[in-house]
């Protein structure tokens, strides 16, 4: 079993930043593809970006590409997240899957095995 913790979470005004982080409590996350998805009130899980086991290979949703930033540090995933606007809000989670190959397969959910509890992203306008 691993459980997943996110951090970094809090209120920006739009245009700022955070730094969103994902770790494992007792197993390194090394060993898996990670993804970070989000959900607004009233609103489905959505799709952010995922990062490949070896870390070489990453992958983003249109709405997030050049603010967002998915990497490995040293056993946790960060998503560094930029330019922030209020259709970001959200809470966000990681996820750790066993999958291999084509990452456009870990924009589904049912792909990935572990979730964290997940960290409130609020932007104001």
């Known amino acids: 079993q691993v459980q997943l913790v996110e951090s970094g979470g809090g209120k920006v005004q739009a245009g700022g930043s955070l730094r969103l982080s994902c770790a494992a409590s007792?197993?390194?996350?090394?060993?898996?593809?990670v993804g970070w998805f989000r959900q607004a009130p009233g609103k489905e899980r959505e799709f952010v970006a995922a990062?490949?086991?070896?870390?070489?290979s990453t992958y983003y949703v249109d709405s997030v590409k050049g603010r967002f930033t998915i990497s490995r540090d040293n056993a946790k995933v960060l998503l560094q997240v930029n330019s922030l606007k209020p259709e970001d809000t959200a809470v966000y989670y990681c996820?750790?899957?066993?999958?291999?190959?084509?990452?456009?397969?870990?924009?589904?959910?049912?792909?990935?095995?572990?979730w964290g509890q997940g960290t409130q992203v609020t932007v104001s306008s």
């Open positions: 007792a197993r390194t996350l090394n060993n898996y593809a």
């Open positions: 996820a750790a899957s066993g999958v291999v190959g084509d990452l456009a397969v870990l924009k589904f959910t049912s792909n990935y095995a572990y």
């Open positions: 990062i490949s086991l070896g870390g070489g």
